[in-house]
């Protein structure tokens, strides 16, 4: 897979009928390896190790309703409250992260209500703090870590 623009991390990989699967420690199971879920594996990996968020407040690809159509988001962190911290949205090294990535992640936002937003392809990462009263979101040069 593609060298991404995070830290180096150990990955548990398995291979069945031909296809490679990679160990999600969130979810707690082996997922197929497409370059998506390299991505996502890499940002929740630095959300842990480098921001220092607790694997018990991350969740990864859960169902929402957006406007009656079923979504997935692909990360979200909790506080420790319940309220949504941060949601992240991954996409493929292939995909260029563009205004149409912002707003479906803004969609989601519409019914998770987080205070930070990300977009990753692994390769550029973007960072949002919404501004609710204001209806916008303002770009960040990082997410804070999970103890600010």
Known sequence: MQKLNFPTYSFRFKSSENKI????????KFVIL????????HCIQYLIH?????????NVEKE??????????DIVVYNSDGSIHLIVECKSPA????????DQIAQYNLVLNANYLMVTNGLNHYYCQMDFDNEC??????IPDYNQ
């Open 64 to 73: 929402l309703v957006v406007n009656t159509l079923k979504k997935r988001y």
């Open 34 to 41: 497409q370059p998506e879920e390299w991505v996502r594996q």
């Open 95 to 102: 995909i260029t992260i563009n205004q149409s990535t912002f």
């Open 50 to 58: 480098v921001k220092q968020y607790p694997k018990s407040l991350i």
């Open 21 to 28: 699967s990679i160990f999600d420690s969130i979810r707690k």
């Open 137 to 142: 979101y303002n770009f960040l040069k990082d």
